[in-house]
C-alpha cells in the first residue's frame, strides 16, 4: 500500500560522494518527516538525517557539515547528499518515513506512523 524504494547505493573511495534517493510510492497525501538511518555490522541502528514537511532538518553528529539531505514532497522523495565519505560511513542505508497519510486499495483513508525501505549498502573503501 505504501512502499519506500532506495537507489544510489554503491562503492566509493574515501573522500568522494554518493547521492541516495528515496521515492514513497502509492496513493499518498502527506508525509510528515522522511529520513535516512544506517547500520554497520555489530552496531545499532544511528539517525543521519531527517527532514520535516516544512524543511526542518536534523543530522547526526558523525555527518555534519558532509552530508545534505533534501526533499520534493509532489514526488514523496527525499535524498542524500553524501560528500568526503570515510571508511566509517559504510553501512546499509534504510529510507524512513513517519506520519504517512494515505488511500488504501479500497479507497479509504489511512494512516502509517513508520515505514521502512529494505536498505541499501554504502561501502567506503580506504
Known amino acids: 500500500q505504501v512502499q519506500l524504494v532506495e537507489s544510489g547505493g554503491g562503492l566509493v573511495q574515501a573522500g568522494g560522494s554518493l547521492r541516495l534517493s528515496c521515492v514513497a510510492s502509492g496513493r499518498i497525501r502527506s508525509i510528515n518527516t522522511m529520513g535516512w538511518y544506517r547500520q554497520a555490522p555489530g552496531k545499532q541502528r544511528e539517525l543521519v538525517a531527517t527532514?520535516?514537511?516544512?524543511?526542518?532538518?536534523n543530522y547526526g553528529d558523525s555527518v555534519k557539515g558532509r552530508f545534505t539531505i533534501s526533499r520534493d514532497n509532489a514526488k514523496n522523495t527525499v535524498y542524500l547528499q553524501m560528500n568526503s565519505l570515510k571508511p566509517e560511513d559504510t553501512g546499509v542505508y534504510y529510507c524512513n518515513a513517519d506520519r504517512v497519510l494515505y488511500y488504501s486499495r479500497s479507497g479509504y483513508p489511512m494512516d502509517v506512523n513508520d515505514c521502512w525501505g529494505q536498505g541499501t549498502q554504502v561501502t567506503v573503501s580506504s
Open positions: 527532514i520535516t514537511s516544512g524543511d526542518s532538518t
